[in-house]
């Protein structure tokens, strides 16, 4: 059975976000804790405050290693990057290697770019991380880790 909610500390498990230079909306987009495997996940939101896909965004996903939803979090972030209506190939395209900072040390990431939407994947230390996004150069991007969620909206609060 899974529980949603707040993640509890996972060992070696943080979550990433873009630092605080990011100009625009930052939200929490998801969270969740599976109760059966100790795996833990948080999607953060950077870009507009209504999540539109068209504008400079990026998306963080931050998973404790080896967590399941890490694939799923991939998969989500090709949808975008396949033109709508566009059916994505068996397999992923080949991706290329890019320089990522994370709290100020340089972390190679796997990267595949079409026109307009970029998605690389990586680790740092035992978190996985998934980022997707459009209008900034990946490699523009510096990575820290966000110890308190509570300066970031949460656009699902008032769902009850």
């Not at 709290?103 to 035992?126: H, K, M, Q, S």
């Amino acid at each position: 059975m899974k529980a949603q909610g707040s993640p509890r500390s996972t060992e070696g498990f943080s979550v990433f976000a873009v630092d605080a230079n990011w100009p625009e909306s930052r939200q929490v987009k998801g969270r969740g804790y599976d109760s059966d495997t100790g795996d833990t996940h948080v999607c953060l939101w950077f870009g507009s405050p209504y999540f539109d896909p068209q504008v400079e965004h990026v998306t963080v996903f931050s998973a404790s290693s080896g967590n399941a939803r890490t694939s799923e979090a991939l998969e989500e972030a090709f949808e975008i990057y396949y033109h709508p209506g566009e059916e994505p190939p068996a397999s992923l395209p080949a991706s290329e290697p890019v320089t990522i900072a994370a709290d100020g040390e340089p972390i190679t990431f796997e990267l595949w770019c079409n026109n307009r939407y970029w998605v690389a994947r990586g680790r740092i230390e035992r978190t996985d991380v998934v980022l997707s996004g459009s209008g900034i150069e990946p490699s523009e991007l510096s990575l820290v880790r966000a110890s308190d969620l509570t300066s970031f909206s949460n656009p699902f609060a008032s769902l009850g």
